[in-house]
């Protein structure tokens, strides 16, 4: 299981301050599909103007708005900004939150001859409505929002950080056997027929022998599994090179 208290980015300036944290590790029971729908998403929260919002987004979109940064194609994959629609049931109210992170330019005060890029992130909540679908969407004005404006640099930091995360997590799931995708058939499963644990030799040696026993990882001890992980699939393929030269 991966570790539910970590801060995977945090900005913070005189005007707001930014936490990227993550909830990879959720699934939702559909009896009806016989399906345990994965729900995982990565968690964006902002305080500024006195206020405390929070947005999230799918592990997919998260992997794609990310990546785009490392690429530097956000603004072609997103020329009008990313936006992300949520919200949730509230005093039986319904509240419509909506995420957008979009670039700015502008002049740049000490350099009017120069830009000033800036990445900025915007959360918004007000009064909604549910969709048949289940989705909601805004029906009115914002009523709170909260906002947050990193530099080029520390949004690529950001982005290098959360998408690093997100693989090294899927890694790990996939390795014990339960993936970060949505589950299907669940009531045929037979859990000793999933993942690699029934690769481990009886032995119980070798790196694969201690996946079992992880509750929790954190991102050093990931790095470290990893390492060999590495190590040992590089030893086999030179072995196997090896007995084919012979």
Same mark, same amino acid.
């Given at each position: ?13 005189? =005007? ?12 939702? /029971? =559909?009896?009806? +599909? ?29 992997? *794609? ?12 994959? $997103? ?17 419509? +939150?909506?995420?957008?992170? /979009? #670039? ?17 992130? !915007? ?9 048949? @679908?289940? #989705? ?7 009523? !709170? ?8 640099? *520390?949004? =690529? /930091?950001? #982005?290098?950080?959360? !998408? *690093?995360?997100?693989? @090294? ?12 995708? @949505?589950? !299907? ?19 119980? *040696? ?26 040992? $699939?590089?030893? =086999?393929?030179?072995?196997? #090179?090896?007995? +084919?030269?012979?």
């Amino acid at each position: 299981m991966l570790r539910k208290g970590v801060k995977i980015f945090k900005f913070i300036n005189k =005007r707001s301050a930014l936490d990227v944290t993550q909830n990879l590790e959720y699934f939702k /029971e =559909r009896t009806d +599909r016989d399906e345990n729908e994965y729900k995982g998403n990565i968690v964006i929260s902002i305080t500024s103007n006195k206020h405390y919002l929070k947005a999230y987004i799918s592990k997919s979109k998260a992997k *794609s708005l990310f990546q785009s940064i490392i690429d530097g194609n956000f603004t072609k994959l $997103y020329p009008k900004g990313f936006v992300d629609y949520g919200g949730s049931i509230r005093d039986g109210k319904v509240i419509a +939150r909506t995420l957008k992170i /979009e #670039a700015l330019v502008n002049p740049d005060n000490n350099d009017p001859s120069k830009k000033k890029v800036q990445i900025v992130f !915007t959360i918004s909540e007000g009064p909604g409505q549910k969709t048949p @679908t289940g #989705a909601y969407k805004p029906a009115g004005k914002s009523t !709170t929002f909260v906002q947050s404006y990193l530099d080029p640099i *520390s949004m =690529r /930091e950001c #982005a290098l950080e959360v !998408t *690093s995360y997100i693989q @090294t997590a899927e890694i790990a799931a996939q390795l014990i056997g339960k993936p970060l995708h @949505t589950f !299907t058939s669940v009531s045929r499963e037979i859990d000793n027929e999933i993942g690699i644990q029934n690769l481990i030799s009886s032995s119980g *040696s070798g790196i694969m022998s201690s996946l079992s026993d992880i509750k929790k990882i954190t991102n050093e001890d990931l790095k470290i599994l990893m390492a060999e992980v590495q190590k040992e $699939y590089k030893q =086999r393929v030179e072995a196997y #090179a090896n007995k +084919r030269g012979n």
